[in-house]
């Protein structure tokens, strides 16, 4: 093993979202930064896969218009994206019955009663006003039962929490993060052409161009601190990258077990308090579908979604239809009935779809989140690990109240503007701050 030595401004561990951004911005910045990826590819849960002509990425993937979206603007990082049709149908006892989505189908559905109509059109003009920051530390559960008197109502609102967090524990999930993603759904959301891989692509181009280092294929062992200041990373190769900066952007337990003495930081606390988010999912490009007009179902009284993302983006070189259906699963699991319930489902929506398949994937259980805002959160982790000078997360675990690829994005942003912050105050001989020369 030969010791190779290099020196970074700042080392990012981790070449997802969070990883990519967080190099675009340090290097924008003037730092000298270097990406260590695992993986043969960036991307990491952002990758797509092709199978027949068809884009598959891992699991249903929708870009809401927050965080994420602002701040890919900001970099002038573009992507191919539309808005799909927010016609959609829901399940109830095995029947698929019409969505109240706008305000004609809010009068022909018949999932609600006139009662549970009138609620809905008053829930849906609220919403659009609804300070969601002072429920911030109420449960899902407990906004819902307090806020809506209609069962029928309530089953459909949770369903949407649903939709837009992957979660389904009303009693634990915060209610505030929940509802202004509800809000930003109102709005619209992109299906990004040709999967997330193509965003992953646009994303490595920017930081190529803003003079990132790229190490793939390479696997760190270690981040090394002392005098509770961050000193090296150390990878299996023998390759040593000295830093006065590292982000982490993998997991809450792997974070751990790279740092030394993770237990007596803040590291150890974030990771016993996460708790992770799974779902079960299947894609499917089909030739045709057999029914047209079924292309967007919630579950009513089961935990699942059915999205046909060809509708609005481009996903398959053949024409196929590339849909894809989740399950959204709590802590209890069961792979194979999993699988059974999401092909029921595609069964009741496009009956003879079989006939029709061109590819298929089944992802039993993937990690969507490896943390969200809930009930039992004692603090927001990050940006920095506050026990090692110059150590950060980033990740969609490291919410401090976005969801999904907006805390991706979002913690990356925090953490270079906490290393940006630090540097210039370092620089500034006053307030008793040392001078850097």
């Not at 579950?299 to 239809?321: C, K």
Request: hydrophobic share 40%.
């Amino acid at each position: 093993m030969n010791l190779i030595m290099m020196n970074y401004d700042v080392a990012i561990v981790g070449g997802g979202l969070a990883g990519l951004v967080a190099s675009i911005y340090a290097a924008q910045a003037g730092k000298k930064t270097v990406v260590l990826e695992q993986q043969k590819q960036l991307g990491g849960r952002a990758i797509t896969k092709k199978k027949n002509g068809a884009y598959f990425d891992l699991g249903g993937r929708a870009l809401y218009k927050g965080e994420a979206v602002e701040i890919l603007k900001e970099l002038d990082v573009t992507f191919e994206g539309s808005e799909p049709s927010i016609d959609a149908f829901g399940i109830w006892k095995n029947k698929l019955l019409s969505l109240p989505m706008d305000f004609m189908s809010l009068l022909t559905t018949p999932l609600l009663s006139f009662k549970g109509k009138l609620e809905v059109g008053s829930l849906l003009t609220k919403l659009r006003k609804l300070d969601t920051k002072s429920f911030d530390h109420r449960s899902v559960r407990d906004w819902v039962e307090s806020n809506l008197m209609d069962s029928m109502v309530r089953n459909f609102v949770y369903s949407l929490l649903r939709t837009a967090s992957y979660v389904v524990s009303p009693d634990l999930q915060a209610a505030g993060p929940v509802l202004r993603q509800l809000q930003r759904s109102m709005y619209g959301v992109y299906y990004i052409e040709k999967g997330w891989g193509s965003l992953i692509k646009q994303l490595r181009i920017k930081a190529v161009q803003s003079g990132v280092s790229f190490i793939l294929s390479e696997k760190v062992t270690e981040v090394t601190h002392q005098d509770k200041k961050v000193k090296a990373v150390h990878c299996e190769d023998g390759t040593l990258i000295t830093s006065e900066n590292v982000i982490l952007t993998t997991s809450p337990e792997i974070s751990c077990k790279l740092v030394s003495e993770a237990d007596q930081t803040s590291l150890q606390a974030w990771k016993d308090q996460a708790i992770p988010i799974t779902a079960a999912c299947l894609s499917v490009a089909l030739r045709r579908l057999p029914k047209p007009k079924h292309q967007f179902i919630y579950g009513i009284d089961q935990p699942v979604l059915l999205s046909n993302l060809s509708r609005a983006a481009y996903l398959s070189d053949n024409g196929d239809q590339v849909v894809h259906l989740i399950k959204y699963q709590g802590t209890q699991t069961d792979t194979k009935k999993d699988e059974q319930d999401l092909e029921r489902v595609l069964d009741l929506a496009q009956p003879g779809w079989r006939d029709e398949l061109v590819a298929r994937q089944y992802l039993p259980k993937i990690v969507v989140t490896h943390d969200f805002p809930h009930m039992n959160r004692e603090v927001n982790p990050g940006p920095n690990v506050p026990e090692i000078e110059g150590l950060y997360v980033a990740g969609d675990w490291t919410t401090h109240g976005e969801l999904l690829a907006d805390a991706a994005l979002a913690s990356a942003k925090r953490a270079v503007e906490h290393i940006i912050t630090k540097t210039s105050q370092e620089r500034t001989p006053t307030n008793g701050y040392r001078v850097v020369v």
